[in-house]
């Protein structure tokens, strides 16, 4: 059975000049256009769509995959104000996407960027967003482990840190105090479980802590060390963007992977960055 707003495997019933019609369950045959078709896909074929509804809110389908399905949040970029209709969002798909202005929490403009949770409109059963996110946050007990990695959404600066949405459920805070560079609104990343604290709420990392951070960034450090010949422009003087983009963590997190590789006298610091030690007298 086919959901609106949802991925969905659907199996290919028979061919028009328009494109394919997929077997939709109650929704009927819901079309997918010829565009979209996947060369090898023919009649009893299974493939893989995402199902929203067109301009005159028949099902349609697309390979095309969207940057948030129902029940997900996402920042998204405002592609159109409408002075009736609300803000329309870009969200990956050749139709973009709704926020009525009941949805908002403030007025948009185009080419403005906000954090919107996807759903199904109770009032008019289509896929819409929403601009106020807080009341579509998880109230059940957090289930997290601490330093369980998980995907983390950017959406408020406060005084002590950053608020994120983590897996699309619950809130948690990432303390600036623990940060070597200030989050963006809207920045999207794999963070970790600090701690959840008897009261619900959820303290977050950046980076893995401890061992589990440095011996595998450690190793990741070595193995492009060694693919790119020995050296590597990089050291603990480096600039924390710069490291970040490389290595895609923060300069503390990256002094201690080498510092483990230097102990283990597997580099030695050669002017403005690393060097592979050719043996352990080099290190």
């Not at 929704?27 to 896909?41: F, M, Q, R, S, T």
């Not at 401890?210 to 050296?231: N, S, T, W």
Request: charged letters at 30%; one cysteine or more; proline letters at 7%.
């Amino acid at each position: 059975m086919a959901e609106i707003g949802k991925q969905n495997r659907l199996t290919i019933l028979k061919d028009s000049p328009q494109g394919v019609y997929l077997d939709g369950g109650p929704h009927g045959e819901i079309l997918l256009p010829k565009a979209l078709l996947p060369d090898w896909a023919d009649t009893g074929d299974v493939v893989d769509v995402f199902v929203y509804r067109d301009s005159e809110d028949r099902p349609i389908a697309t390979t095309r995959t969207p940057k948030a399905t129902v029940g997900q949040f996402a920042c998204l970029e405002v592609v159109e104000a409408h002075p009736t209709m609300g803000a329309f969002l870009d969200w990956g798909l050749e139709k973009d996407l709704l926020l009525p202005f009941r949805e908002q929490k403030r007025p948009l403009r185009p080419g403005s960027k906000v954090v919107a949770y996807v759903m199904i409109d109770a009032q008019t059963d289509r896929i819409v967003a929403s601009a106020r996110i807080n009341r579509h946050f998880d109230t059940t007990a957090p289930n997290y482990e601490p330093g369980e990695a998980v995907d983390l959404l950017v959406v408020k600066e406060t005084p002590m840190g950053y608020r994120a949405i983590i897996e699309n459920t619950h809130t948690g805070l990432l303390y600036k105090s623990e940060l070597s560079a200030p989050l963006e609104y809207g920045e999207r990343f794999e963070g970790f479980i600090k701690d959840v604290r008897p009261d619900g709420k959820i303290d977050l990392r950046r980076d893995a802590a401890g061992y589990r951070r440095v011996m595998p960034l450690a190793e990741e450090i070595f193995d492009e060390l060694l693919e790119k010949g020995g050296f590597l422009p990089f050291n603990d003087k480096s600039a924390p963007d710069a490291i970040r983009d490389a290595f895609g963590v923060s300069k503390k997190a990256f002094k201690q992977a080498l510092g483990s590789l230097y102990k283990q006298r597997c580099i030695v610091f050669d002017g403005d960055g690393i060097a592979a030690a050719k043996d352990p007298s080099d290190a």
